[in-house]
């Protein structure tokens, strides 16, 4: 069993940053792929990134490429997702997610474990 607890969402303004933490306890961090999603009020919960176990391989949704940054530190059992340029319409619930795999998640489909959320409003 894995527990998984995010942090570090806020209110921040249009073009500002945020960075979000993801702590996973219970098991070998290392043997997980750790992704990102969010969901906005009456959307789906969409993919946001997800990152490899050992950290060398990264995938992105089109709509965060090139603004957010997903990393882990294995040592630490955190994975991060480093938000830059922040637009209104990154204002969702943030999640993060664990599974081992066999490939880099994308879907919701693919993790077993989630986080509670953390809320990120960035304002115009």
């Known amino acids: 069993q894995v527990h998984v607890a995010e942090s570090g969402g806020g209110l921040v303004q249009a073009g500002g940053s945020l960075r979000l933490s993801c702590v996973a306890s219970?098991?070998?961090?290392?043997?997980?792929?750790m992704g990102w999603f969010r969901q906005a009020p009456g959307k789906e919960r969409e993919f946001v990134a997800a990152?490899?176990?050992?950290?060398?391989?990264?995938l992105y949704a089109d709509s965060v490429k090139g603004r957010f940054t997903i990393s882990r530190d294995n040592a630490k059992n955190t994975a991060y997702l480093q938000m830059n340029s922040l637009k209104p319409e990154d204002t969702s619930v943030y999640y993060c997610?664990?599974?081992?795999?066999?490939?880099?998640?994308?879907?919701?489909?693919?993790?077993?474990?989630w986080g509670q959320g953390t809320q990120v409003t960035v304002s115009s």
């Open positions: 990152i490899s176990r050992n950290g060398y391989s990264t």
């Open positions: 219970g098991r070998t961090f290392s043997l997980y792929y």
């Open positions: 997610a664990a599974d081992v795999g066999p490939k880099l998640p994308s879907t919701v489909y693919e993790y077993g474990y």
